[in-house]
């Protein structure tokens, strides 16, 4: 492979292209893993197909996927991916379809060799939470304070002969504090990140099984706070530690670079550049405009502490939220997933009570094309968040923006006249009557007018002996009650007759 194309993020995202799910990704991922489990492996067509022969009597690939007319395919589809490099050597063979087949050897390419170590460590990491390797942090701190004397001592045996023998073994122990280090570091990092983003995942879930509260609030709120401590109990030393030594990193650099020139293209150890040494003490230390990772560490344990504890209230006091549905929808999909074809129509009326005969619902576009196609394999249904959820089939979101409806306004504008008009009839019979109200009846709707500005004129007095006024602004009526010690008003109506004592009741109208 040239070395533009190997540069080339293209080109080498192509070499992930066998690990997706096709036809023969498990002969390809087999193959990827025989070229893999050894150094140096330089195989042929025929040792692969020998090699494949076993997986396939366990099952691992498909029957036939080891015949040497099917393995060259693979192999070629490979090296056009750039997994595989051709390779050749000498062989001795009895006849030109055996040259043919012996002759043309694959190599695995380097970046090859690190996604299948990816892949397989990936799947063998399993689903819970990852252990934070804590103890690394103390000796991180012992591995720099140890780190500044022996540079002390490789600079001065530098200094005094560089190719004598005492500096040769200063430069080498200086070298493996300095790999040891960066190596602590890298697996402290990915154990933090993976726990978080395990935690993070968590955080994500409306649903928790009993035991999995038990678990939460015994086990990971505590852990957070203990892998929190550990981490600020010990930052000041090793970013105070970083700081001391940012003046000799020149130094300890030229120490750690080798006798003859290396080629730009080679990838060297962690620790022997600038960017490795900056990126180790901004994880620490706090930089103007970046905070450092444990600054973003402690603000996303208090974060999820907060959530995990809101979780494990809201599931153990049945407070907040609706009970999440989640549990049982799981268990019920694996009943239909175990059940045969006639347990399954049963299961699914018993559960959604969607009866032949009282299916309310459209028959869905399959059911009409095809009626002879089952509904397992027919399209599947959107179910709503809040359905799937929480159970609750209530609208959410903000309202839909009302529709211009003429007829029902033209219905509102009427009723609105006709009460309109029933009031100014109240009125002006209000009007009328005022010259004497006792010698009048009232229709209902006079008397609910007067009932209502009297109730007004009476609450604005402050006792029995004050006057009180109510006016409707709208009709220009007003209403005066003065007090009159023994002066009995009985107004009477169709709907029967209210009395007034001790008070004198007179009826206005502007205008009138």
């Not at 490979?78 to 087949?101: C, D, P, Y």
């Not at 304070?145 to 500096?167: F, I, K, M, W, Y």
């Not at 600054?295 to 609706?322: D, W």
């Not at 399209?379 to 211009?404: F, H, K, L, N, T």
Request: hydrophobic share 40%; net charge negative.
């Amino acid at each position: 492979m040239e070395p533009q194309q190997e540069t080339d993020p293209e080109r080498r995202l192509q070499l992930y292209a066998y690990l997706q799910p096709r036809e023969h990704h498990r002969t390809y991922l087999a193959i990827m893993r025989l070229f893999t489990s050894t150094l140096l492996a330089d195989l042929s067509a025929g040792e692969v197909s020998a090699a494949l022969a076993s997986a396939e009597r366990e099952g691992r690939i498909d029957i036939g996927e080891s015949h040497i007319d099917v393995v060259i395919p693979r192999l070629r589809q490979l090296v056009e991916w750039g997994n595989l490099v051709l390779g050749r050597r000498e062989t001795i063979a009895s006849s030109i379809a055996e040259f043919q087949q012996g002759s043309m050897r694959y190599q695995v390419g380097k970046l090859a060799v690190r996604v299948q170590r990816d892949v397989d460590a990936l799947l063998r990491v399993p689903e819970g939470a990852r252990e934070v390797s804590r103890e690394l942090l103390p000796a991180i701190e012992r591995g720099l304070a140890e780190l500044g004397e022996t540079l002390a001592v490789a600079t001065a045996r530098a200094q005094a002969d560089p190719r004598s023998l005492p500096a040769r073994r200063a430069r080498e122990q200086l070298a493996e504090r300095v790999t040891t280090l960066f190596l602590q570091h890298a697996e402290l990092a990915a154990t933090v990140r993976d726990f978080y983003a395990y935690l993070g995942q968590i955080l994500t879930r409306n649903h928790l099984a009993p035991d999995e509260i038990s678990g939460f609030r015994n086990l990971l709120v505590e852990y957070i706070q203990v892998v929190v401590e550990d981490v600020l109990r010990h930052t000041p030393a090793i970013a105070t530690a970083l700081a001391t030594l940012k003046p000799a990193r020149g130094e300890l650099l030229r120490l750690l670079s080798p006798d003859e020139p290396l080629s730009p293209t080679m990838e060297r150890t962690r620790g022997r550049t600038e960017a490795d040494w900056q990126e180790l003490a901004d994880w620490f230390a706090d930089r103007p405009g970046h905070p450092s990772q444990v600054t973003a560490l402690r603000e996303a344990t208090t974060r999820a502490i907060g959530a995990l504890l809101a979780t494990v209230r809201r599931a153990t006091t049945g407070g907040g939220l609706l009970p999440s549905r989640r549990g049982e929808l799981v268990r019920l999909a694996a009943w239909f997933d175990a059940a045969d074809a006639r347990t399954a129509h049963d299961l699914y009326a018993a559960a959604f009570g969607l009866y032949s005969a009282r299916n309310l619902l459209p028959a869905p576009e399959h059911d009409a094309d095809d009626e002879h196609t089952p509904w397992a394999d027919g399209p599947a249904i959107e179910v709503s968040v809040s359905v799937r959820g929480r159970g609750d089939r209530g609208a959410r979101g903000r309202p839909s923006r009302i529709m211009d409806d003429p007829i029902t306004e033209q219905g509102l504008l009427a009723q609105a006249r006709a009460a309109d008009e029933l009031r100014e009839a109240a009125s002006a019979e209000l009007a009328a009557a005022a010259r004497d109200i006792e010698a009048a009846v009232l229709s209902k709707q006079a008397l609910s007018a007067l009932c209502e500005l009297l109730t007004l004129a009476m609450a604005q007095r402050e006792s029995a002996e004050d006057a009180g006024e109510a006016t409707d602004q709208v009709r220009g009526l007003t209403l005066t009650l003065t007090p009159a010690p023994g002066r009995v008003t009985r107004i009477r109506s169709q709907g029967g007759a209210l009395t007034l004592r001790d008070t004198a009741l007179a009826i206005s109208r502007a205008g009138a």
